[in-house]
């Protein structure tokens, strides 16, 4: 979501006026993020109070969108509070921006919950499990493009810029994921498309302090079709935890795993997986950190993530395995 392509008025009116959605009044580059273009634009319809987010695609290709978007759609349509992609009167809603691939949807209302606590994990788990259940019966597919193959892919590039304990880590790790990833147990957990990316920021809520009600996921241009422990376990880890240390809240996870089960039961492999799909979940993302704080792409507003806050959660999970059942 930082800014690689600039996006001119001029552009940003041409989408609009494709749209029907009226005279732009204000664009503006959003600075969180770092894998698209994003750009919150309000404009004079009073559809969705006018508030959109336009986003240009720079990794994502026009044969890949189309499962993003539609799976957005396909969510929308059953419930689930996620951005509507905005179609044209043929109801098209891929488009192009500055010769990329670009998306225009509803901005959700509310807020970010950066401190999050019982109250708001049990909504966040909640809404996981109805969005799993939600999607069982969309038919695109697509695989996860930052899972084990692209683990095995990059850590060798991402070697020669670490120190050797660190590394070391990385290497036994991956190779421990490389196993579980061809047992049999794993084969057994359910799937469907996920989100893959449910951080604290990408989610909304809006309310009154202490009383906030989750309005909204967004951001799902991770989504794949992949294992629903996996993203109950992405979750986990940024959720449920103490951020200083990556050490595990117990009380939030426990919480989050219930209100998860409350709607769509863990399978009896789910349960015995969740401490490696813990460690699987911290794995994935601080790879990632470590590519895009190593191998920076050019981009206005571009902050890379800390690599080294999910090698702490990685440590943490190998240290101290968590299962829910035990809670």
């Known amino acids: 979501m930082a800014v690689f392509t600039e996006v001119l008025p001029a552009q940003a009116q041409a989408l609009l006026d494709h749209l029907g959605l009226g005279q732009l009044q204000h664009l503006r580059g959003i600075s969180a993020g770092i894998e698209n273009t994003n750009y919150f634009v309000t404009s004079a319809t009073p559809r969705y109070g006018g508030e959109f987010v336009l986003t240009v695609f720079e990794r994502l290709s026009f044969e890949q969108l189309p499962f993003y978007l539609h799976l957005m759609k396909h969510l929308a349509s059953h419930g689930v509070p996620v951005p509507d992609p ?51 019966d969309f038919p695109l597919h697509q695989p996860n493009l930052r899972g084990l193959a692209w683990w095995t892919e990059t850590v060798p590039t991402v070697l020669p810029y670490m120190d050797a304990a660190p590394a070391e880590l990385l290497k036994s790790e991956l190779a421990w994921q490389q196993q579980l990833a061809v047992s ?60 200083a240390s990556g050490r595990l ?79």
């Open 184 to 243: 049999q147990t794993y084969a057994e957990l359910p799937r469907g498309p996920i989100h893959a990316d449910l951080f604290r920021d990408n989610v909304m809520f809006e309310g009154l302090p202490g009383r906030e009600q989750l309005s909204g996921f967004f951001d799902f241009y991770f989504g794949c079709v992949d294992t629903w422990l996996f993203d109950l376990c992405v979750c986990l880890n940024d959720w449920c935890i103490d951020l």
């Open 249 to 327: 809240d117990e009380q939030r996870a426990a919480a989050f795993v219930r209100s998860y089960e409350s709607v769509r039961p863990l399978s009896g492999a789910e349960h015995r997986l969740l401490p490696a799909l813990l460690r699987a979940a911290a794995l994935r993302f601080w790879i990632s950190r470590l590519w895009d704080f190593h191998l920076p792409r050019d981009a206005s507003m571009l902050k890379p993530h800390d690599p080294t806050h999910f090698e702490r959660v990685l440590r943490e999970r190998i240290a101290r395995p968590w299962h829910a059942l035990a809670s």
């Open 86 to 136: 905005q179609a044209d009167e043929t109801g098209e809603i891929l488009f192009t921006v500055a010769g990329k691939p670009a998306a225009l949807v509803n901005k959700l209302r509310g807020g970010h919950q950066l401190a999050p606590d019982v109250f708001h994990c049990e909504q966040v788990g909640t809404r996981l499990a109805q969005m799993h259940l939600a999607g069982q």
